[in-house]
Every structure is written in C-alpha cells, then in structure tokens.
C-alpha cells in the first residue's frame, strides 16, 4: 500500500505538473478523457478522477492507483482533452513518482515488469526478452506463470538465449541518463 508522502496538498499538484509539464490544475471535469480510455473499464480511478485526486493533493491514492499501471500510453486522452492538458504525461510522471516513493500499489507487477524491462533496455540498448522474462519472474514471484509457452516461443525464434547489445546502446544509456538528470531538476 502506499507510504505516507511529505507533500502538502499543493506542493503535489505542483510537482505532478512541473514533471508533466502540463495543467492538471485546468481540468474541469468534463471527463471527455476517460470516456475515451481504452484501459477505463479495468481501472480503479478514471483519467479524470486521478486529475481530480492531483487537484485535491491526495497523493496518496494517485500514486497507489491501478489505473497509472494499466494506462497504456495510446494519448487518446491527451487528444480529447478540450483544455489541452497532457494526461499520458500526468500518467508518466505519476509512475514516475510512484517509484521513487517506493509507492507499492495493487498492480505492483506492472511495476515489476516495467522496472525489469527498462532495466534490460538500459544495459544493451534494446530488450533482452529472456532476462526480462526471468527478472520478472524473480520480482514478481510469478515463478510458473505462462511458462508451457516458452517452448513455442524458443521453437519459432522469438527468444534469444543469449543477450544481443545493440549498436547504439551507448546513446540510449545517454538518453536514460538525460533524463534522469531532467528528473532530478
Ligand atoms: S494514455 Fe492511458 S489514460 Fe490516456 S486514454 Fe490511453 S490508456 Fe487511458
Ligand atoms: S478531458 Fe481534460 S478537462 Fe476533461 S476531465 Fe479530462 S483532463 Fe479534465
């Protein structure tokens, strides 16, 4: 569950929108975001309830929401809203901030998924699959899970056993750490 946060109810609405770099405070709730979101049913908080959760400064449910970890990024949020806020960069810098809060909510292995495959993207510049694959497992505790199907996938050449850097693995660790550094800012 989510960790009491030092912020007051402000200071996080403030936070939220310097690392979004958008208005959440300009929403108004005409919930035109999350009637168009493709995750919405599934989630615990809409798209513009969390807007809402931000404005209240309730960081707390924010950051231990589902929804933030079931967002898949599709921006069709951010095309509907008539106040031009950025909700898929609300969503970001929202997981963003979950995990340096060490905010563990109810969809912790979206996290742990998240963090094993930024991890492996980092290290060589592109996906290995089975690491990813196997620092899930680890992480997640999912040991078992889905693994009658690593057969298949090895059989049709879809995982590599041996990890592949890519060639511009230097320039994408640049990136990461970019934006780290913006992060930090
Ligand atoms: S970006 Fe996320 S919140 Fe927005 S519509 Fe897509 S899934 Fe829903
Ligand atoms: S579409 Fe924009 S203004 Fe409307 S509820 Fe969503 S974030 Fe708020």
Not at 30 to 54: A, N, Y
Request: aromatic residues 6%.
């Amino acid at each position: 569950m989510a960790t009491p946060l030092e912020w007051n109810d402000s200071a996080f609405l403030r936070e939220v929108e310097r690392r979004s770099g958008t208005p959440v405070s300009a929403c108004y709730q005409c919930h035109k975001c999350s009637t168009g979101c493709p995750v919405g049913p599934e989630t615990d908080f809409s798209s513009s309830q969390l807007m809402r959760l931000i404005q209240l400064g309730a960081a707390d449910e924010a950051l231990g929401s589902r929804g933030i970890w079931l967002c898949a990024s599709c921006e069709a949020c951010t095309t509907r809203c008539p106040q031009g806020i950025d909700i898929a960069g609300v969503m970001d810098a929202l997981r963003i901030l979950a995990v340096e809060r060490k905010v563990v909510g109810p969809q912790a292995r979206a996290q742990h998924f998240s963090s094993t495959f930024l991890g492996s993207v980092r290290r060589l510049g592109r996906v290995y699959e089975m690491g990813a694959l196997a620092g899930y497992k680890l992480r997640s505790g999912a040991l078992f899970e889905d693994m009658d199907k690593v057969p298949k996938l090895l059989k049709k050449h879809k995982l590599a056993l041996l990890p592949k850097k890519s060639g511009s693995a230097a320039e994408v660790r640049k990136v990461f750490e970019r934006a780290e550094a913006e992060g930090k800012r």
